[in-house]
């Protein structure tokens, strides 16, 4: 039996649902990938972000230019950010007020990423994903617990500060918001990424179990790596009490872990400072202070450039002995 070698040029007919169908589907492979929050690359998310932020710092009449354009898009209040609609509590106005702050300020240095500021964010953000969210009320107490954790992973001086961002997954929105501060009178993180003392960042971005993407942001104006010599001078200007100048000059050829692990034990003895007993033990020596004599001055700061206010402390002890300190507030 010959086999037919001829095929049929007939093609299977399409009913309308059929059709239907692939008109769906080639509308869908049109429509732009939404972003899906599990296969975010955080490393590249958060580089991203930074350098968008050092980006306004070192170009900041660039990025008026840049928020004029995007101030374009709003409409009724209204502007589209991460493919949903985002109402702009303040109106457009808000972007005619970050754009005149731009406009004001001169360029900055950029930010420098230290591994151990981004560990510090990584605390917190553990924190928050096993009880999500943080009472951001008690200022003082958040303050403490953002030092806590700085000094974890190194030794800082100077100003602190710390920003979050909940749920955009725009890199470039995430620091616009940071900016443009709608809602916030003061502002506060806009001044944060402007300050000009503050030098140093780190970074850290997850999912918290409500899915919603959490981005943290800690900014330092001095930083010191485990190991890495901290300056006198810088040891000077920061000294937390009087009786600590001898114990850092002990620690100058030691590394920064060993005043990490002292630090919290000195910013305690400040604390009490004013608040000396009678029958105080010196740095557990047990020497007595039988008096303490504060005499104070105000000096231009080598380090700043400022003037600052220098403490000249004379320590009497109960035998007599007498020790004299000066430290800088």
């Known amino acids: 039996m010959r086999k037919n070698q001829f095929k049929s040029n007939q093609q299977p007919i399409k009913n309308n649902n059929t059709k239907k ?37 070192i170009k900041p009449s660039e990025y008026a230019a840049k928020l004029e354009r995007i101030s374009t898009q709003v409409k009724d209040n209204k502007i589209l950010v991460d493919d949903q609609e985002m109402i702009l509590k303040e109106g457009i106005e808000i972007f005619d007020e970050a754009i005149q702050y731009l406009l004001n300020i001169s360029p ?40 806590k954790r700085l000094d ?10 710390e920003v979050l961002d909940y749920g955009c997954l725009d890199p470039e929105w995430v620091v ?13 993180d806009r ?21 919603k993407k959490c981005t943290i942001i800690n900014f330092v104006q001095y930083y010191f790596k485990p190991g890495q010599e901290i300056p006198e ?27 990490m692990d002292k630090r919290d034990q000195y910013k305690e003895h400040f604390e009490n400072y004013d608040n ?46 007498e020790v004299v300190e000066n430290y800088i507030l």
């Open 108 to 147: 900055l240095e950029p930010f420098i990423l230290e591994e151990g500021l981004s560990k510090s964010a990584e605390e917190l953000l553990s924190v928050l994903i096993i009880q999500e969210g943080i009472n951001m009320k008690d200022i003082q107490q958040n303050m403490y617990d953002l030092e």
């Open 233 to 259: 001078l810088m040891l000077e200007r920061y000294t937390y009490h009087p009786n600590m100048k001898e114990k850092f000059k002990q620690m100058k050829e030691k590394s920064a872990q060993v005043f």
């Open 276 to 321: 000396i007993p009678d029958q105080y033990n010196d740095d557990n020596s047990g020497k007595k202070v039988k008096k303490i004599k504060k005499i104070t001055k105000k000096i231009k700061d080598k380090l700043t450039g400022k003037e600052v206010v220098t403490v000249k402390t004379i320590i009497t002890y109960a035998d007599g002995e």
């Open 21 to 57: 169908t692939e008109e769906k589907e080639k509308e869908k492979e049109k429509e732009p990938p939404k972003k899906n929050k599990n296969l975010i690359n955080f490393a590249v998310f958060n580089e991203k972000i930074i350098t968008e932020i050092n980006l306004a710092r």
């Open 152 to 161: 974890h992973f190194g030794v800082y001086f100077g100003e602190f500060c």
């Open 191 to 211: 001044k944060n990424i402007f300050n000009p003392l503050l030098k140093y960042i780190g970074i850290t971005s997850g999912i918290l179990p409500s899915t």
């Open 176 to 188: 616009i918001n940071f900016i443009l501060g709608d809602g916030d009178e003061s502002r506060k």
